[in-house]
């Protein structure tokens, strides 16, 4: 057997397709959705899709069936399977993201590795002195915690500094994103600094806002940003995804959240002519050096059948009505209309416009919770699971010194927002009983101070 015949996960062909679909059965009833979620707890107002996803059972049964495999003969399998499931699942992902090459495309366990990756090179260039100290990292104020951790971890220890930029929240338009953005780059380039990398959210989390992120990327281009990388994780099944369109040098996104995987696995897109060979998996295997994509694909003895799997999660997204764009849309639509519905019965306001909004939209709470901190929405969520069975983030927003804020019904400040999710097993009931515990708790003059 020849050496690259050996190599787990690469692949010789970029004309390697997966195999033949078979047939599809016909199109999803809500019984057949009732019995594909029927693992799912009962009772529980799961209305937090966004930050864990879900996973329908005839997926799970072909991750089973992958794990079984593997655990019949695992020699066989690490030889003869694997490579080639590997290539399966990122030739589906490569053409559902319109890359020009399976070879830019490579999984991994989630966004976090992937902003480790990046951020690893990018404090590789500091240490090596190819960047000057205080060149700087420019991102969202709201980027998710790891990777903020990740530039303490690999790029402020060796010199580099961060500009982090507020988002306006709540917001009324791209345009006020696209000016706090131009704002920032400013303040990266002062004292004759560069800005290196520029870090852009397709989806923020928390607050979560659609953002402009192929006007912000056109910005870094003329704005001369030397790498762009798109923390997109909530994306992939949210919205379409074109990442020549986006044009950004390294683009990941969850495909556990949205796209009905298993936990856990991402797709990490590395520009080919951005990438170079500077790029590297956080863990070294025998297969470093042989690229990002083979890397990725063997990084010891550990469960691979999350990555897998992703032509049954294609088989299971076609049996929608217009596939998974009709579920992205039907997505939206739901989330919208429970958001006007939850904001109008509470007298609030929606933390962004709703074609700003995907299938996580921000509601606002009344302001007689008095929510004051991130102690207290912690608080307000943990009581509505345990008292009401409902599964929801809070969102404190602080405001700083001269902002105004907005002001519900009773004249008050809003200080908090619930994000809601609404993913295809999401029932009506299911934000009517968050409705009516936030009506209830306000009813008795109960705020956060003083819930049990």
């Known amino acids: 057997m020849e050496a690259d015949e050996r190599r787990n996960g690469d692949s010789t062909s970029h004309n390697h397709r997966a195999p033949k679909k078979p047939r599809l059965a016909g199109l999803l009833t809500e019984s057949d959705i009732r019995s594909e979620f029927a693992h799912h707890q009962t009772g529980v107002a799961r209305i937090n899709n966004g930050s864990f996803g879900c996973c329908p059972g005839s997926v799970l049964e072909a991750q089973r069936e992958w794990q079984l495999r593997y655990l019949r003969q695992p020699d ?41 990756i990046v951020l690893q090179k990018v404090g590789r260039c500091f240490s090596e002195g190819k960047y000057r100290k205080e060149d700087t990292v420019v991102m969202f104020h709201c980027a998710f915690q790891s990777v903020k951790k990740s530039i303490q971890a690999y790029v402020s220890r060796v010199g580099g500094s961060t500009v982090e930029v507020r988002l306006p929240f709540p917001v009324n338009s791209n345009e006020e994103i696209i000016s706090a953005f131009r704002e920032g780059l400013e303040k990266g380039r002062a004292n004759g600094r560069t800005v290196r990398l520029a870090i852009i959210d397709h989806i923020t989390s928390m607050p979560c806002v659609l953002m402009p992120v192929r006007e912000l990327v056109k910005i870094c281009r003329e704005e001369g940003v030397e790498q762009v990388f798109v923390d997109a994780a909530h994306a992939i099944g949210s919205v379409k995804v074109d990442v020549k369109e986006i044009g950004a040098d390294y683009y990941v996104s969850n495909l556990h959240k949205w796209f009905f995987c298993p936990p856990s696995i991402a797709f990490f897109y590395c520009k080919k002519r951005s990438s170079g060979s500077d790029v590297h998996h956080p863990v070294v295997s025998h297969e470093f050096g042989n690229g990002l994509p083979i890397e990725s694909a063997w990084i010891g003895t550990r469960d691979y059948s999350s990555q897998l799997v992703v032509p049954s999660v294609m088989e299971f997204v076609n049996r929608f009505e217009g596939g998974i764009e009709g579920i992205m849309n039907r997505n939206h639509e739901e989330a919208v209309r429970i958001g006007l519905m939850l904001s109008n019965a509470w007298g609030t306001n929606l933390g962004s416009p709703p074609e700003m909004c995907v299938g996580m939209v921000m509601i606002g709470l009344p302001s007689k919770l008095c929510v004051d901190s991130d102690e207290d929405a912690t608080k307000l969520r943990s009581y509505l699971r345990v008292h009401y ?20 019904k009773d004249s008050g400040l809003i200080t908090a927002y619930v994000r809601i999710s609404h993913q295809v097993y999401n029932k009506t009931e299911d934000y009517e009983r968050l409705r009516d515990a936030i009506t209830e708790v306000v009813k008795h003059q109960m705020t956060c101070q003083n819930l049990p």
């Open 76 to 116: 066989e399998f690490y030889f003869n399977s694997l490579r080639r499931g590997l290539l399966a699942s990122r030739t589906v992902i490569s053409d559902l993201i319109n890359a020009d090459d399976v070879d830019e495309v490579s999984l991994v366990d989630n966004a976090t590795t992937a902003a480790a």
């Open 389 to 408: 069975s409902v599964e929801v983030p809070v969102y404190f927003l602080g405001l700083r010194d001269g902002e105004e804020g907005v002001k519900d």
